[in-house]
């Protein structure tokens, strides 16, 4: 599969604990995105990373949540002692070099659900 | 004021009929793309159509396409010949170039298509 792969599907995690979520691009895309989605809502952006760079982090709340894209490896969303509020899907996004006004759309994976007890 | 607004929470249609689904959008920005994507009920996003502010022809991607009335801030998408495996969530989006690559999502649709 030469999708965007997000992992895990599904996280449970207790309050108070920390939330890892992957993500690995399509292969030859080097832009990622994280979104979230509420219940019974669209997605909201969160952040917009290159490698080793953070972009856009307008989306992103200010405490608890830290996003990565290393040079090796994927791209993680941290999410540090959770709340219930934190309870949603995660998505993650990639798209190729960005070439101006560009019609490239932006793939995205399945998703992470996160649970918080 | 919202950037993408989509009025129909949820719409029915009977298989093998046409259905548009609804998309206003607000932008100050000249050069901007609007996306639509289909969630079914499995959870993930797909990519369905794209049209960008400066191309002067309808998006179509087989049953799918884009009706783009600019002036009226409208990107309607509109499904021929419905599916039983249509029935999924629509979300239209836009990405406003002057403000990088993030997409602005819109509320969806719901749409069930009736046998």
């Known amino acids: 599969n030469a999708g965007v792969m997000q992992n895990p599907r599904h996280l449970v995690r207790r309050r108070g604990q920390e939330a890892r979520l992957r993500c690995s691009p399509m292969?030859?895309?080097?832009?990622v995105y994280w979104y979230r989605q509420l219940p019974e809502e669209g997605l909201k952006f969160m952040v917009y990373?290159?490698?080793?760079?953070?972009?856009?982090e307008s989306g992103m709340p200010k405490e608890r949540f830290s996003a990565e894209f290393p040079k090796e490896g994927p791209s993680i969303l941290r999410i540090q002692q959770v709340v219930r509020g934190d309870s949603a899907a995660y998505f993650c996004a990639s798209s190729p070099p960005d070439r101006g006004y560009s019609n490239q759309p932006q793939h995205f994976g399945d998703g992470t659900r996160l649970s918080i007890l | 004021a919202q950037k993408i607004t989509q009025t129909q929470p949820g719409m029915f249609v009977q298989e093998k009929e046409a259905v548009t689904l609804d998309c206003t959008y607000d932008?100050?920005?000249?050069?901007?793309?609007l996306f639509w994507y289909k969630q079914p009920s499995s959870g993930e996003m797909i990519f369905l159509i794209y049209?960008?502010?400066?191309?002067?022809q309808n998006a179509t991607e087989g049953r799918y396409s884009l009706n783009f009335q600019k002036a009226r801030k409208s990107a309607n998408l509109v499904i021929s010949a419905s599916q039983l495996g249509d029935s999924a969530m629509y979300f239209c989006a836009m990405r406003e170039f002057e403000y990088g690559n993030k997409l602005v999502f819109g509320a969806g649709t719901i749409l069930r298509v009736k046998s």
């Open positions: 932008t100050s920005d000249q050069s901007y793309g």
């Open positions: 292969k030859g895309h080097s832009h």
């Open positions: 049209q960008g502010s400066y191309d002067e």
């Open positions: 990373l290159q490698k080793e760079n953070i972009i856009d």
